[in-house]
């Protein structure tokens, strides 16, 4: 049974990189392989297992993986996995997820969940929700929640296995935010920005602002972000975090602040829909609709942004 899942899914993968492959002769790609060309190896990996060769493909995928090619990380974790070898050894499959390859961090989140490896657990598959990967995301809307209420429930109100849960979960949180400190302390704000989305999950809001402020005045756009949610959570109406993290080139930012301000102000949210729209960083498929639809008695301009919403997301326009 084992051997058959691995098979499906290097079958799968195969399958989901058919794209990539050029009209180029094996030699030609070993060749490119050599010369620093990740995507060729991983190419020239494909078209030698196709054409019935042994060892070859996982050489050529090795290579791949060395230059930091996420899928052929991946590939190489399955193979070795299919000959029986590395069954508890992930070390491949970190690789795949650390160069940004969705579906490694996916499955490695649910191999630390199994281990009640929590917080490793939940940072992977926010890595991979944050690739696009639809699966991770489903994953982390199930258990968020449930981490939520074993953190913030008192004891009586929890079964043995959630209480057991929340000791775990606990200990890791405050050796992570521990080293986090440090780290922050040290001058590593992104760090402090972690560490103050951390405080924001356990309600305290006032160590949350204190790093998260630490992060942002230091020209850490995530810092900024955090630190917009914080005066959301205080109830403050005016969210100029967000825009901060606006002028520090985050598209999330721009959106986020023209929503605040949308109702009182149309126009300037506008402005800030379209700089969301148009951002190098984190841009907004949704902020180029509004802006579309805002322009909508200007064809041109509003298909112009109409279009752009679609390149961001495909899903706005099936129809």
Not at 54 to 68: F, R
């Amino acid at each position: 049974m084992r051997h058959d899942i691995f098979s499906s899914i290097m079958k799968l993968l195969l399958i989901l990189f058919t794209f990539l492959i050029q009209a180029k002769t094996l030699d030609e790609l070993k060749n490119e392989c050599m010369s620093s060309n990740a995507n060729s190896c991983f190419e020239a990996a494909y078209l030698a297992s196709h054409q019935g060769k042994q060892l070859e493909p996982l050489n050529l995928y090795e290579s791949g993986c060395k230059l930091k090619d996420g899928k052929s990380c991946y590939a190489v974790d399955k193979i070795y996995k299919k000959l029986g070898q590395l069954d508890n050894d992930h070390k491949f499959l970190v690789l795949s997820c650390d160069y940004n390859f969705s579906l490694a961090c996916y499955e490695l989140g649910e191999i630390f969940f199994e281990k009640k490896s929590f917080l490793e657990s939940l940072e992977v598959l926010e890595n991979s929700c944050n690739l696009k990967n639809e699966l991770a995301c489903k994953r982390l809307a199930q258990i968020k929640p449930y981490f939520s209420k074993v953190v913030r429930s008192a004891e009586k109100d929890l079964n043995d296995e959630e209480k057991k849960d929340q000791a775990n979960y606990l200990k890791l949180l405050k050796e992570k935010m521990a080293f986090l400190k440090k780290s922050c302390e040290g001058k590593e704000y992104k760090d402090c920005t972690k560490l103050s989305r951390d405080y924001l999950f356990l309600a305290n809001l006032k160590e949350a602002r204190k790093w998260a402020e630490t992060s942002c005045n230091n020209q850490h756009d995530q810092g900024c972000l955090v630190l917009g949610e914080v005066e959301q959570k205080e109830g403050k109406k005016e969210l100029s975090s967000f825009e901060k993290a606006c002028d520090l080139e985050n598209g999330v930012g721009c959106f986020r602040y023209a929503q605040s301000i949308e109702q009182g102000n149309l126009a300037r949210a506008m402005t800030f829909y379209r700089r969301s729209c148009e951002s190098k960083s984190n841009a907004r498929a949704s902020a180029c609709y509004k802006y579309s639809y805002y322009h909508k008695t200007s064809p041109k301009l509003s298909k112009k942004f109409q279009l752009k919403a679609c390149k961001l997301d495909k899903s706005l326009c099936q129809n």
